[in-house]
């Protein structure tokens, strides 16, 4: 989903995505209809400040109305936080449905699981722009090999620092975790007024790459046979390193074991910490706020010198739904929507990250501030587990419930992972 301003924050993601799934349901079976002309339906996102993105996507309908003598496209735009209720109506009832969909990367497995998605497994692959597709962009719309949608737009982390800060103290950019925890220390005994590394307790996207950088994991397996990876002795040491960080030399556990991403991210802009990890799509709130000419951004470090730690890709995708009777011509728009040109677009008027490697490095040559995002993103991101479970537990809050017991010192790492652990296999085999 939408991060920050462009993307739901992914705390209150987990929220739309506990509602957002429909119940499973046999009147979404696939339409046996491919009329060849008509009205096509098609449901985007609304966005703060949607002129842009609307003027984009007016141009790609234009242009595909011309290409289809008698084809009309009729384009709404739904609010984020009453989706899931449309969603679920849509999947329920064929009638009420669109052709084609927006919707956010963590949902494709449980709407692949409630029928709602058609699979273009053969059309993707036959979509000549579709090599250039990112990988784990791919994966996001990939479940048990089959493909159901095209890849929108992805965003991703990295480390906020400020450049006035640092310069003031003498501090060089941390090269590793072990560096980054050990400037994060210096800046709060130096600047007890401001957090050396702002936290977030119920930042899960914020502690993830702490986990992967180690060799953690999520989860292993695929399709309906995952299971939970967090318990690892990997896993373990990356959530020792990042729950190490909540305490009186770094980031208070009072103000800070409460705190999502947003509030990481807005800490930062005010001017109270020296660093944050921020998404791409945090940069407009940061150029808005105290620290505006004042900072800079480098890849998160993994525990190697010169490392990426890797982080999480999020971002939407767009499909077309199984109960479609336009199957050619929803399809097609779909690419058309997911284009080269169309996130070249949209990455010159929201800011959207394209989802193509070529489109991408093109961006980045255009916007500087873009070079660490895009970095990041070619030194290997993650992704959920793609399994419906994984609504469940996001909604669930168990991992933040996990890193805050080992911040209130209720549990150490070992028995709070293995709880976590516990809560999310349970989930997965709820999952069927």
């Given at each position: 989903?939408?991060?920050?301003?462009r993307?739901?924050?992914?705390t209150?993601?987990?929220?739309l995505l506990a509602?957002a799934c429909?119940?499973?349901?046999s009147?979404?079976?696939s339409?046996?209809?491919?009329?060849?002309?008509?009205t096509?339906?098609v449901?985007?996102?609304q966005e703060?400040?949607?002129?842009?993105?609307?003027?984009?996507?007016?141009s790609?309908?234009a242009?595909?109305e011309?290409?289809h003598?008698?084809?009309?496209?009729h384009?709404?735009?739904?609010?984020i936080?009453?989706?899931?209720?449309?969603?679920?109506a849509a999947?329920?009832?064929?009638d009420s449905?669109?052709?084609?969909?927006?919707?956010?990367?963590t949902?494709?497995?449980?709407?692949?699981?409630?029928?709602g998605?058609l699979?273009?497994?053969?059309?993707?692959?036959d979509?000549s722009?579709?090599?250039?597709?990112d990988?784990?962009?791919?994966?996001?719309?990939?479940?048990d090999?089959?493909?159901?949608?095209?890849?929108?737009?992805?965003g991703?982390?990295a480390?906020?620092?400020?450049?006035?800060v640092?310069?003031?103290l003498?501090?060089?950019?941390?090269?590793?975790?072990?560096?980054l925890?050990g400037t994060a220390?210096?800046?709060?005994?130096?600047?007890?007024?401001?957090y050396?590394?702002?936290?977030?307790?119920?930042?899960?996207?914020?502690?993830?790459?702490?986990?992967?950088?180690n060799?953690g994991?999520?989860?292993?397996?695929?399709?309906g046979?995952?299971?939970?990876?967090i318990d690892?002795p990997?896993?373990q040491k990356?959530i020792e390193e990042?729950?190490?960080?909540?305490?009186?030399d770094n980031c208070p556990?009072?103000?800070?074991?409460?705190?999502?991403?947003?509030?990481t991210?807005?800490?930062?802009?005010?001017?109270?910490?020296?660093?944050?990890?921020?998404?791409?799509f945090?940069h407009?709130a940061?150029?808005?706020?105290?620290?505006?000419?004042?900072?800079?951004?480098?890849?998160?470090p993994g525990v190697?010198?010169?490392?990426?730690?890797?982080a999480?890709?999020?971002g939407?995708?767009?499909?077309?739904?199984?109960?479609t009777?336009?199957r050619?011509?929803?399809v097609e728009l779909m690419?058309?929507?997911a284009?080269?040109?169309t996130?070249?677009?949209?990455?010159d008027a929201?800011?959207?990250?394209?989802t193509?490697?070529?489109v991408?490095?093109?961006a980045?040559?255009?916007?500087?501030?873009?070079?660490p995002?895009?970095?990041t993103?070619?030194?290997?991101?993650?992704?959920?587990?793609?399994?419906?479970?994984?609504?469940?537990?996001?909604?669930?809050l168990v991992l933040p419930?996990?890193?805050?017991?080992?911040?209130?010192?209720?549990?150490?790492?070992?028995?709070?992972?293995?709880?976590?652990?516990?809560k999310?296999?349970?989930?997965?085999?709820?999952?069927?």
């Amino acid at each position: 989903m939408k991060l920050s301003v462009r993307f739901v924050g992914l705390t209150a993601l987990a929220a739309l995505l506990a509602t957002a799934c429909a119940p499973q349901t046999s009147s979404n079976s696939s339409s046996d209809k491919d009329e060849k002309n008509g009205t096509l339906r098609v449901w985007l996102f609304q966005e703060v400040g949607n002129a842009p993105k609307q003027k984009v996507v007016d141009s790609v309908v234009a242009d595909f109305e011309k290409a289809h003598e008698g084809t009309e496209v009729h384009v709404e735009y739904i609010p984020i936080d009453t989706r899931a209720q449309r969603v679920k109506a849509a999947f329920n009832d064929p009638d009420s449905a669109p052709d084609v969909m927006e919707y956010g990367n963590t949902d494709t497995a449980g709407y692949v699981k409630d029928g709602g998605l058609l699979d273009v497994t053969k059309e993707f692959g036959d979509w000549s722009e579709a090599k250039d597709t990112d990988p784990t962009a791919k994966q996001s719309v990939t479940v048990d090999g089959k493909m159901y949608g095209a890849p929108f737009y992805v965003g991703v982390r990295a480390l906020y620092y400020r450049t006035d800060v640092f310069e003031e103290l003498g501090l060089a950019v941390p090269k590793t975790m072990a560096e980054l925890a050990g400037t994060a220390r210096k800046i709060r005994a130096a600047r007890p007024d401001l957090y050396g590394l702002v936290v977030g307790g119920a930042y899960t996207y914020g502690a993830m790459p702490f986990v992967w950088a180690n060799g953690g994991e999520l989860a292993n397996g695929k399709g309906g046979s995952y299971a939970s990876g967090i318990d690892s002795p990997e896993a373990q040491k990356g959530i020792e390193e990042y729950t190490a960080l909540f305490g009186d030399d770094n980031c208070p556990a009072a103000k800070c074991a409460g705190m999502g991403g947003n509030d990481t991210v807005s800490a930062f802009a005010a001017g109270k910490a020296g660093m944050a990890i921020g998404g791409d799509f945090s940069h407009t709130a940061v150029e808005a706020g105290k620290v505006k000419g004042k900072y800079a951004v480098v890849p998160l470090p993994g525990v190697k010198s010169g490392s990426i730690a890797p982080a999480f890709a999020g971002g939407n995708n767009v499909g077309v739904l199984k109960s479609t009777s336009h199957r050619t011509l929803a399809v097609e728009l779909m690419e058309r929507l997911a284009s080269k040109k169309t996130q070249a677009r949209l990455f010159d008027a929201m800011g959207f990250l394209p989802t193509f490697t070529d489109v991408r490095q093109q961006a980045a040559a255009k916007e500087p501030f873009v070079k660490p995002f895009v970095q990041t993103l070619s030194a290997g991101t993650k992704f959920v587990p793609a399994s419906p479970a994984w609504a469940q537990i996001d909604s669930s809050l168990v991992l933040p419930t996990m890193f805050q017991q080992i911040i209130s010192g209720k549990k150490g790492v070992p028995a709070a992972s293995e709880d976590a652990a516990k809560k999310m296999n349970t989930a997965f085999g709820s999952a069927g």
